[in-house]
């Protein structure tokens, strides 16, 4: 029989009767959910994801949704014969996400129950006016101009290494303002879904030629217009296209090509669309072998989600490295954790930012056990839209964050990879953390205790 909530005292009430029936434990980390919530990590106050249990039939679903007064708004994971459904429920008035979470973690039909976090990016905006010669987190040692603590992609640059050719980029984000100037030549096309109204390569997406909206559910990566700038710039930052005279060059500027999953919007992303994001990469390297060498993750700030833990563990069993930005709020993320840098797998690099003086950035937040590398976040100039007269045009401005060291870190993983062609995803990973120089507003604060260097990738 349904039960429907309609207060909180009866919502406790049920509560309480589920915890009593329940007999067996879920799985999930219910302690470091709960934590999240006491925190006030933002989170969608009346939605919750449900990983049913292997086995778990419709009738044990329905009984859960019902039990708690319930719908089933979207599918984040299929389920199927070996694996559970992964299920975004909406709540009722009057049941706190707490109390739901505290009720199902002991429901023997479930896995885990969790918030459905809310992320944002992890930059801030500084004057979008940069002269020529500032394009310092590219610079090397012997490059011109020069900086010590640029990434030392020029110097690979002046080696004759820039084209990144059959090397392909995920940026999990805003949008991309696909037809930039510095960018558009670097932009995927999807050769297995031409735009015919169909879903061609039967991956769940019509027409997903550039990639997928997924705080829109559209096939329009650019969906944010103006608004997708943060997406734009990290971009550039990988993959702007160098010698052609105009604005910025990436790490990788020739032959890389970019993949766009939307899912920040106006009002941040969720959980739900994050797994939703990182499993897209994961079906197009395993069904269809792209070379997908990471995605660039340049967000944060919910708390922990066996979900999202989950789905990245699936990029890394596929090979494809998750690069994060440590956060922005100047604390240590080893006594504070920051999701998803914090997560435990052996495909994510962690990246703190440091200044053009080397100097780790005022916003950054480091960790000697939880932070892998530091890499130029201060005053980095890239591509962005603009919006002029009622129409996109090419732009490009300066931002902070560690959301602008990430992407030279991702940058450099596809310049290495387009060099190394049989390097795993492990051995890229090796590769950078190998190769980073020693510095001094490093030590103790990342594991490298040192900045990132591209010099000979």
Known sequence: MKLPFRTGALAGAVIAMLGLCSTASAAGRPDLVLAGLKAGRPHQVD?????????????????????????????????NSKRGETALLRLPPGLSVAAAVKALSSDPSIEYVEPNWIYTHAATSNDT?????????????????????????????????????????????????FNHEDLAPNIWTNPYDPVDGRDN?????????????????????????????????????????????????????????????????????T?????????????LKTRHGLNIVATNNSWGGGGFS?????????????????????????????????????????????????????????????GKTTVDIGAPGSGIFSTVPKSAKGQLVSGYASYNGTSMATPHVTGAAALYKSSHAAATAADVKAAILGAAIPTPSLQGKVVTDGRLDASGF
């Open 271 to 283: 959980t739900a669309n994050a797994v939703k994001s990182v499993d897209y990469f994961n079906d």
């Open 306 to 366: 066996q979900a999202l833990s989950d789905a990245i563990t699936r990029a890394n069993n596929a090979g494809i490295l998750f690069i994060a930005a440590a956060g922005n709020s100047a604390v240590d993320n080893d006594t504070t954790a920051s999701y998803p840098s914090n997560y435990p797998q052996a495909n994510i690099i962690a990246v703190a930012s440091i200044t053009n003086t080397g100097a780790l950035s005022s916003f950054s937040q480091w």
């Open 201 to 269: 390569d039967g991956n769940g997406y019509v027409d997903d030629v550039r990639g997928w909206d997924f705080d829109g559910n559209s096939n329009n990566i650019n969906s944010g217009g103006a608004n997708d700038d943060h997406g734009t710039h990290v971009s550039g930052t990988i993959a702007g296209v160098g010698g052609n005279g105009k604005g910025v060059a990436g790490s990788c500027w020739s032959g890389v090509k970019l993949i766009s999953a939307r899912f920040l919007g106006r009002n941040g992303g």
């Open 47 to 79: 939605q919750l994801i449900v990983k049913y249990r292997d086995g778990a039939s419709a009738a044990d679903q329905s009984a859960v949704r019902q039990g708690l007064g319930a719908a089933k708004v979207d599918t984040i994971r299929a389920g």
């Open 129 to 177: 006016y940069v002269t020529n010669g500032s394009l310092w987190g590219m610079y090397g040692d012997a490059s011109s101009p020069a900086n010590q603590y640029g990434s030392q992609a020029a110097e690979a640059w002046t080696r004759g290494h820039t084209d990144c050719s059959g090397v392909l980029v995920g940026v999990i984000d805003e949008g991309i303002y």
